[in-house]
């Protein structure tokens, strides 16, 4: 039994073989095959690194999906995977007397390695587009010596050898980086190793594709790509640099990865700004790109998608016999699935006059009166207002363990809910529940108590995660005084349909912008933005923004977008009363130990 089998959640250490066997397609992950320049945002977790490897040659050519296979029969797309490395941005962050030094070694670092990269990507065109294993050797032959005179100005006649040579020569030139890092002058001999990746930004890679497409007649329909992964860790200056090739380049476009406040300027080399539509789009991934998507039509995206991760996942392991299933293992949810049992239709109106607004009592009462059973006492006051009685009641009626391990936050249904579409943490949430059980070679149901307790100690982890970063602190404080604000409001006043759970930017105060965008990039505020123009712009000092899933279930919220309050209207109530101290339950104190 393969107790790890949910562990694991990061793209950047699965090889391109076990990516292939558990990527999931998506609706945002096909707007990127086209000759358009994308920017990706995403928050940690939401699978940036996943699509950016997944379009790579190597990659799309292991993946057993009609669309991906159509692609590779009709050579429609060809992509290179380049991670940014963090330890060699931090050797050159280190040459800080000399910007110039640093950008011209930037520069040869990233076509040294968008060059590695790219072989991998001529072994699988070369795998995939010979007639013959004959004609496969003489290609890669034919290959091998152009590149190696190309780029070092000798002749190797296999890929292997080709590889072995590039990563000799990274290591020599990262003694020079070492060198002026320290302080140390650079000999002619040290600026001459590898002298031919001295120039301009990814011209290396561009001619290696010409030879590439002459060896293997490409026609000039196929889209060229290089997909660089992890740009929140460049700098300004080095941003400048990829810009520049997002405004002049037109023989390769460019899929790049960073967190959805890391694209740090707009500025080129060339006097130009780049123009966000024109040079490139920004495609953001967080809910799955449903954010512009009704709360139904999100909801349903998101839990096709959290069952399909879970059923790949454990095919591709030693469960794979097993017959689990997401929906066995935590069934209904009390919340939504079974709330008419919880709240019968002859109970419904005795709760809504109970914890309703007369407004909302008095319409509730008009169309229950004129038809129970009627469409309009349902979609209007029924579906909507039954989940938030639910929970109303369940709080107001808990206390002790059934606060710390609530069950009104269990089932499918709500356990998806509150990860988001996040891969990262539905596969964390997944590891909670499989490791939970007393047996790992046969599986029960988990009560829904158990599931509640697991599912708040998730909530809770997620914002002591935020601690840790730059600023996190304040951004921690700010997200439990929100989230705090928004319990006092449903459990403590009377409510209609909808509830505010979402909050808009309409204050000056920048030390709080601060804190909404360390929380966005770390996915635990979503942005209210819309797809609908085709480009994906994150609100600056403006904006909506809601609470993540992840964090709802330990302020006692569905996990649901909700209406909209201005922050400023939050802050004031908050700073004039005592809300800060309804979130302090002893027994929060010791959940920790308690899963």
């Known amino acids: 039994m393969n107790r790890n089998v949910f562990e694991s959640s990061n793209a950047r250490d699965m ?54 296979q159509k692609l590779i029969k009709k050579r429609s797309f060809v992509a290179t995977f380049v991670s940014f490395k963090p330890e060699f941005l931090a050797k050159l962050n280190s040459i800080k007397d000399d910007n110039q030094k640093s950008n011209f070694f930037f520069v040869w670092g990233v076509n040294l390695s968008s060059c590695s990269r790219f072989l991998e990507i001529v072994k699988h065109c070369i795998k995939s587009y010979s007639k013959s294993n004959v004609d496969a050797v003489i290609h890669e032959r034919n290959i091998s010596l152009k590149l190696s005179n190309l780029w070092l100005e000798t002749e190797l006649e296999s890929l292997d050898r080709l590889s072995e040579a590039l990563t000799s020569l990274e290591f020599e030139k990262n003694f020079c980086f070492n060198k002026a890092s320290l302080g140390f002058e650079l000999t002619n001999d040290d600026l001459n ?52 090739q997002l405004r002049t380049y037109t023989e390769i476009v460019f899929k790049i990865t960073t967190m959805p406040y890391k694209h740090k300027t707009l500025k080129t080399n060339v006097d130009e700004y780049l123009n966000p539509k024109h040079d490139f789009d920004y495609l953001y991934l967080d809910r799955l790109g449903t954010i512009d998507k009704s709360q139904r039509d999100a909801d349903k995206i998101i839990l096709d998608f959290a069952e399909k991760l879970f059923n790949k996942k454990v095919s591709n392991s030693k469960l794979s016999g097993s017959g689990i299933t997401l929906k066995f293992l935590l069934g209904s949810s009390d919340l ?27 319409r509730a009462d008009r169309l229950y009166k004129r038809n129970p059973n009627g469409k309009s006492f349902s979609d209007e006051i029924e579906r909507k207002v039954r989940p938030l009685l639910v929970i109303k009641d369940y709080f107001e009626s808990t206390t002790g363990q059934a606060y710390a391990a609530p069950k009104v936050f269990s089932g499918f249904d709500v356990a998806i809910k509150c990860c988001d579409g996040n891969p990262r943490k539905l596969i964390n949430l997944f590891n909670r529940f499989i490791t939970s059980q007393n047996s790992m070679t046969s599986f029960l149901p988990i009560e829904k108590g158990k599931q509640g307790r697991i599912i708040k100690n998730f909530s809770i982890s997620e914002i002591d995660s935020i601690r840790a970063e730059e600023n996190g602190l304040a951004a921690a ?29 309409d204050i000056s105060d920048r030390t709080i912008w601060e804190s909404i965008r360390i929380a966005v990039d770390l996915g635990l505020l979503i942005p209210h933005i819309t797809t609908a123009d085709g480009d994906d712009n994150m609100p600056v000092m403006s904006g909506r923004f809601h609470l993540s899933g992840s964090i709802s279930p330990q302020f006692f919220l569905p996990p649901r977008r909700g209406g909209v309050l201005k922050l400023s209207t939050i802050l004031k109530r908050v700073s004039n009363s005592s809300i800060r101290a309804i979130d302090l339950k002893p027994i929060d104190q010791m959940e920790m130990f308690n899963e």
């Open 15 to 68: 090889t391109s073989k076990q990516l292939a066997s558990e990527f999931i397609w998506t609706n945002t992950f096909e707007r990127l095959f086209s000759k358009r320049n994308h920017i990706i945002l995403g928050a940690r977790g939401t699978g940036k690194t996943a699509f950016a490897k997944m379009l790579a040659f190597d990659s799309l050519s292991q993946y057993k999906d009609d669309r991906a």
């Open 477 to 505: 404080t700010f997200l439990t005084q929100i989230g705090n604000y928004f319990k006092w409001a449903l459990h403590n006043e009377k409510i209609g349909t909808e509830i505010n759970m979402s909050f808009e930017f």
């Open 193 to 244: 190793i590898g002298k031919k990746f001295h120039t301009d930004l990814f011209s290396p890679i561009k001619m290696g594709i010409d030879i590439l497409k002459k060896e293997l007649e490409f026609s000039d329909d196929t889209t060229w790509a290089v997909c660089l992964d992890e740009a929140e860790v460049l700098t300004e200056e080095q941003w400048v640099l990829i810009n520049t």
């Open 336 to 362: 939504t699935d079974n709330a008419s049992e919880i709240i019968p239709k002859d109970k419904i109106m005795d709760f809504i006059r109970r914890y309703c607004n007369p407004s909302t009592i008095e």
